[in-house]
């Protein structure tokens, strides 16, 4: 069920998410309390077309920011409070805001779209999502990306996962709890 304005928790990462007329937020009921779905439309289009939305400047409760970014094909880096590059996709976002709280946000990745954050010329952060070649697809394709606040950050991104497979495949997502001795890529391959 979308809600009609930006809950608070989101507004105090991103202020200025109420200016964007077609954005529509989720608030999931799994995996976890505080996990969102932010969903951009993405309109028809050939493959390699890209959209874009500005999220604007990050909210002053943002005291810490992690960028994990893609710096060559698949290698993955993370900056500590450095500003968004123009030309490479972040994919996940760790933020710690000031009154203790955490918050991770996932682009996601799918057969119709890939996903990713960018830095824009006057700073601030933008979704792109860059259109593959399942987007023939009839009906509204949505870009999406998966949000999780909370106050432990193994928690939060063990959530932020969890809901961007809740997003992805709703009816067949499997969400458990992590316990102690289970990790979030615990029983897979990688």
Known sequence: ?????????IASIFPGLDSISDLKINELSAPAESCYELAFPL??????SVE???LGALGQEVNVVIRITREK???LFPSFNLP???NV???VILLKLKDGRVAALLPLTTNAY???????????IVARFERDAATGKPGVVFGQVAVAVGTDLRDVVAKVVLAARTIDSPASAAVKPLSEEKTVFSGTLT
């Open 1 to 9: 069920m979308f809600l009609s304005t930006v809950p608070p928790q």
């Open 43 to 48: 309109p028809r289009g050939k493959v390699g």
């Open 52 to 54: 874009q939305w500005d």
């Open 73 to 75: 094909v698949y290698w």
């Open 84 to 86: 968004f590059p123009t």
């Open 89 to 91: 996709d972040t994919q």
């Open 114 to 124: 890939m996903g990713g954050f960018r830095g824009s010329p006057n700073g601030s």
